[in-house]
Nanobody, 120 residues
Framework: QLQASGGGLVQVGGSLRLSCEAS????????MAWFRQAPGLEREFVAV????????AYKDSVAGRFTISRDHAKNMVDLQMNSLKPEDTARYYC???????????????WGQGTLVTVSS
């Protein structure tokens, strides 16, 4: 079971840190990712991190602004989001997969999502 938190309302240029709580066994075994879905649009990949944390990948439009990381001591996967833009507004979901993938179809476990709203 995945539990996402940390969403909220932030102004353009601001920062938010999303957290996804998971069991230790999930974090140790699965690739973890963040996806997002804006109203009226399809769910899209944001970032992924491998079980050991050595490999990460990002959607082009968030690379350099967002950072995905693992905190095994807290059983968390975080997404630090800086320099936020209005187009980052969406519901953000954490997900777990056996595959290191950008495709949502690869992910078998999903959290409930947390809403991020960036106001201009």
């Amino acid at each position: 079971q995945l539990q996402a938190s940390g969403g909220g309302l932030v102004q353009v240029g601001g920062s938010l840190r999303l957290s996804c709580e998971a069991s230790a066994s999930t974090l140790n075994s699965f690739h973890m990712a963040w996806f997002r879905q804006a109203p009226g649009l399809e769910r899209e990949f944001v970032a992924v991190i491998s079980p050991g944390g050595r490999s990460t990948a990002y959607k082009d439009s968030v690379a350099g602004r967002f950072t995905i990381s693992r905190d095994h001591a807290k059983n968390m996967v975080d997404l630090q989001m800086n320099s936020l833009k209005p187009e980052d507004t969406a519901r953000y979901y954490c997900a777990a997969s056996w595959a290191y993938s950008r495709a949502s179809e690869s992910y078998t476990h999903w959290g409930q999502g947390t809403l991020v709203t960036v106001s201009s």
